[in-house]
């Protein structure tokens, strides 16, 4: 076991504890803390060692300096306490880091593919970025509808269990340069581009590139906030389509850089 300065941190956090007999002497030093023993058998029973093996986490912890035998009980040394407290409160703190990223949702709101009648068991999944809900219990998540409802309706389901799988969408940058934005050509290939792609986000980024885009489609485009908006599609699995003037693709690229960006495709219109 590799030596340590007296009272240094031996678990950081939670990863920290992977270190072999991490766990152990942790628990060790605050029996010795709170209880001070006179023998170690009571410590041993306790966290399922032999007395041997507590004799070792001992001797280890009275090395560093952070146990000791006084008046005839294990006792930790005031380096010992201070690493214990401060173990300990790193832990919880890494503990309530990772619970705070942990959403536990025991209940949602689905939109009904088709009737559903109450208490009845529904199977959910994501479409068109959408939360759904079907009868039956086929699909990776399922729940409890708490109410009946018609299809096209939203339905509360609680009793959730598995879960609905998430793939990224992606976003594709078309790029078309400024000669080409009169041309009937060009309306035509982005025509076809669209329909190729299916449903998804469609945006436009300047007065250009959106005055071509309208001509091509009769579906809502968006003009504002479009990197937010491709994000936040992505994150719910819809795929978006986003036309650029080649001359302002760096310009529009650039907020989309930093961490957790969606996958992204560029491609020239011409």
């Given at each position: 076991m ?6 240094s ?7 920290g504890l992977r270190r072999?007999g ?5 628990l060790f ?14 410590i041993?029973?306790r ?16 090395a ?7 008046d005839g ?44 009648a ?6 959910l999944?994501?479409r ?21 409802a018609?299809a096209?309706e939203?339905?509360e ?16 940058v ?14 035509a290939r982005l025509?076809?581009?669209i ?16 005055h071509?885009?309208?001509?091509a ?6 003009r ?5 908006a ?7 699995g819809?795929?978006?389509l ?9 310009r ?13 495709t560029?491609r020239?219109?011409?």
């Amino acid at each position: 076991m590799p030596s340590e300065r007296p009272g240094s941190a031996l678990t950081p956090d939670l990863a920290g504890l992977r270190r072999r007999g991490a766990i152990t002497e942790l628990l060790f030093l605050y029996e010795c803390t709170t209880e001070e023993p006179t023998q170690l058998r009571p410590i041993a029973e306790r966290l399922d060692l032999t007395v041997q093996a507590a004799s070792h986490v001992f001797r280890q912890l009275a090395a560093r300096g952070l146990a000791e035998v006084r008046d005839g009980r294990y006792r930790p040394t005031t380096a010992g306490v201070a690493w214990l407290h401060a173990a300990l409160g790193l832990v919880r703190d890494d503990v309530g880091d990772r619970l705070e990223r942990l959403h536990i949702i025991r209940s949602t709101r689905a939109l009904a593919l088709a009737p559903i009648a109450a208490g009845s068991e529904v199977a959910l999944e994501l479409r068109d970025g959408l939360l759904t809900a079907r009868p039956g219990r086929a699909g990776a998540s399922r729940g409890r509808a708490r109410h009946a409802a018609r299809a096209g309706e939203i339905v509360e389901v609680d009793g959730l269990e598995g879960i609905v799988s998430i793939s990224r969408g992606r976003v594709t940058v078309l790029t078309v340069p400024l000669r080409l934005v009169g041309d009937a050509r060009a309306v035509a290939r982005l025509r076809a581009a669209i329909r190729t792609r299916g449903p998804g986000l469609l945006a436009a980024h300047g007065l250009d590139a959106f005055h071509l885009l309208q001509r091509a489609t009769t579906r809502p485009i968006v003009r504002f906030g479009i990197a937010p908006a491709c994000r936040e599609a992505s994150h719910v699995g819809v795929d978006s389509l986003v036309l650029v003037l080649e001359e302002e693709l760096p310009r529009f690229l650039g907020p989309f850089e930093g961490s957790d960006p969606p996958p992204l495709t560029v491609r020239s219109l011409s």
